[in-house]
């Protein structure tokens, strides 16, 4: 019987040392004591009750000495900014911004999608090549395969949860719906105006948390030479 109940208690520490890096956190709120923005990022300093806890959000005007309360999120440890040239013992990654005077809405895909740009970019050859407009068409048939896809570079997001994140447009789909950009997480750095042809996973509807959910995403995309 002891065996057995030292078994459960070491399986259990194990289960939540797993999770000791990503959890959920709520009832964020707090003083502004430190502010900057990153990477389209705001990363805030909060004070209450004497103990300090660093928020991020989507990038929003928010001042030294306010009073601010965060929708939840999910709490990384360890993280580094490569933008900021930092890491953070710990670090909350909120849905937004709750104001008691003008509340700021959680960020949205759409909030995140880079303006519609003139782009026009050749499709990249071979079998499993195609265009962002058709793995917005096709991505339920195209649920976990690797595929290959040219685009340019039009919005680019270092280190955020561990990886780079990048928007890529072919000249295909439709702005108006927003099926004319991809995201793509990667480790690979860019630049906003790089045209590079990548191979990667497609997921689609994917959930992030945070506000980020996308009905299709390239993860874990490597740059062919």
């Known amino acids: 019987m002891k065996k057995l109940s030292l078994t ?72 580094s900014s490569k933008s900021l040239n930092r890491t953070f013992d710990s670090i909350v990654f909120s849905g937004g911004v709750v104001g008691k005077d003008k509340p700021a809405p959680a960020a949205t895909v759409s909030d995140m999608k880079p303006p519609a740009k003139t782009v026009k970019v050749k499709k990249a050859e071979g079998p499993d090549a195609y265009t962002v407009a058709d793995l917005y068409e096709k991505r339920s048939e195209l649920d976990k395969k690797v595929i290959i896809l040219s685009g340019t570079v039009v919005k680019f997001s270092s280190q955020i949860m561990g990886k780079n994140w990048a928007h890529l447009q072919d000249g295909s789909g439709d702005a108006s719906k927003g099926t004319n950009d991809l995201v793509v997480t990667l480790q690979d750095t860019l630049a906003v105006g790089d045209t590079v042809t990548i191979k990667g996973t497609v997921s689609k509807d994917k959930d992030f948390g945070s506000g980020y959910k996308y009905a299709v995403i390239i993860e874990d995309a490597n740059i062919k030479k």
């Open 8 to 79: 459960f208690v070491l399986m259990f520490t194990i289960v939540l040392f797993s999770f000791a890096h990503t959890f959920a956190v709520e009832n964020l709120s707090g003083k502004v004591v430190e502010t900057m923005n990153s990477g389209g990022y705001t990363y805030v300093n909060i004070e209450k009750a004497g103990n300090n806890t660093w928020v991020a959000v989507t990038q929003t005007e928010i001042t030294v000495g306010q009073d601010v309360s965060f929708k939840p999120g999910s709490v990384m440890t360890d993280f």
